[in-house]
């Protein structure tokens, strides 16, 4: 029997027309563009804070800059200055962000201000966090509550992705991150045959946001590490192992933070909880040191110009120091991401196993220490291959990156995340 042509011709999702693509560029664009300007205003406001605070203000006093006195009081003065703002100003900051991952919630304008302020503080006071997830949140409030009002048209759920990939492009300095990001959430949907159609608008935000920093920041995540040319066994066994033990190091990280987040909880007010993390904070730093403060991507670089330079046992501390010092931070409630206090993790692991073993050369151990850590963290594999290759800049070191996350992810796959829902368990 001979099927009719309709039977015998392959299921083809139909690709969608230019016509319907090509007013999305601006509108997309718009948001890369404020996004960026954003990210960079905020970060530009928090480095001339950081500069006051950890410079200009001690030298004035004759304090040491770095001394464990000095960081005791920034840490826990900027624990009050952000429990005031979450106590009193309008919207409170914005929901528990121990709660909140990439996938940001939309917040209704009143809570953006506050929001900014508070990752401004945090960013220049020194907790272990990052700009990306309260970024993220505002970009995708302002861009929801502005986009609806000045393109009614278009659909809402379009707003939100071009607000999270025109912040991840303006993040990474380039929108593969967000395409990576935005492909890995959209490959769960019905929709997975018309991907690139899907990326289209997200990409163009991505695109703006990114060239826009470029143009105004020059960001660069290369830490010039030193080569190592053609990759043996050795370098292979070395990236599998180091990955691995970065994933089960995160993963006690991971299952830590409901119950540090439980314990801040019990002090039930923001004037209490967040100083409290103040001082967790400055104990932490003054047994890792002043690098392990900040978001931690200027301290990688430093850690990179000597990777000689400290001892295992050094690397070690400044490893878990760093680590618990992320989870005290997101715990006790000051906002900001989890990625780049992670890479300073992962970094600081990869340095301690060159440290350890001398046959682990230093651009493996980062990129393999990296990798393993934001796989624990993030869930997000695209992201963390990225940013694991990107710190190394050799193309060889990709095929090694590739094969060590296979283990890595059946160690993490299936169990709890770094998110907590609402009634403080952990999503998984």
């Known amino acids: 029997m001979v099927q009719d042509s309709e039977d015998q011709a392959p299921s083809v999702t139909p690709s969608t027309p230019a016509r319907t693509l090509l007013p999305s560029i601006v509108p997309a664009a718009t948001v890369g563009v404020v996004s960026a300007l954003i990210l960079v205003g905020v970060e530009v406001a928090a480095d001339q804070l950081q500069d006051v605070l950890w410079e200009t203000v001690p030298d004035a006093l004759g304090i040491g800059r770095y001394s464990v006195a000095w960081m005791f009081v920034v840490l826990v003065a900027t624990g009050i200055a952000v429990g005031l703002v979450v106590w009193k100003v309008p919207g409170h900051a914005g929901p528990d962000p121990a709660t909140i991952g990439l996938d940001a919630p939309v917040l209704p304008p009143v809570v953006l201000p506050g929001l900014l302020l508070v990752t401004a503080l945090m960013l220049a006071g020194g907790p272990s966090l990052g700009p990306e997830n309260p970024i993220i949140t505002v970009n995708v409030g302002l861009a929801v509550w502005l986009g609806s009002r000045l393109v009614p048209r278009a659909p809402g759920r379009i707003w939100p992705a071009l607000a999270e990939a025109a912040t991840i492009g303006a993040l990474f300095g380039t929108p593969v991150a967000a395409a990576l990001a935005i492909s890995e959430l959209l490959a769960t949907k019905e929709t997975r045959g018309m991907l690139w159609d899907n990326l289209f608008a997200p990409l163009t935000a991505a695109a703006a946001g990114s060239l826009t920093v470029t143009l105004l920041d020059h960001p660069s995540f290369d830490l010039g590490l030193p080569s190592f040319g053609r990759p043996g066994w050795s370098d292979l066994l070395a990236s599998v192992v180091v990955t691995a033990v970065g994933a089960l190091l995160a993963m006690c990280a991971v299952r830590a933070l409901p119950y540090v987040h439980s314990a801040f909880q019990r002090l039930r007010h923001p004037m209490l909880m967040l100083p409290a993390g103040g001082v967790v904070l400055g104990c932490l730093a003054a047994v890792g040191g002043h690098l392990t403060l900040f978001k931690g991507l200027d301290e990688i670089a430093t850690l990179a110009h000597d ?33 780049f206090p992670a890479v300073f993790v992962g970094t600081a692991l990869g340095l301690c196993a060159h440290a350890l073993v001398s046959g682990v050369h230093p651009s493996v151990g980062v990129s393999a220490g990296v990798l393993g850590v934001l796989l624990a963290i993030t869930r997000q594999g695209w992201i963390s291959l990225f940013v694991a290759a990107v710190l190394v800049a050799e193309p060889t070191v990709i095929a090694l990156l590739c094969v060590a996350s296979l283990p890595a992810w059946l160690l993490v796959t299936g169990r709890p995340e770094m998110q907590l829902r609402k009634d403080g368990t952990p999503v998984r």
């Open 307 to 339: 990777p000689d330079g400290w001892s295992a046992g050094e690397f070690a501390v400044m490893t878990v120091v760093k680590l618990a010092a992320l989870v005290v931070a997101a715990a006790c409630g000051f906002r900001g991401g989890r990625i």
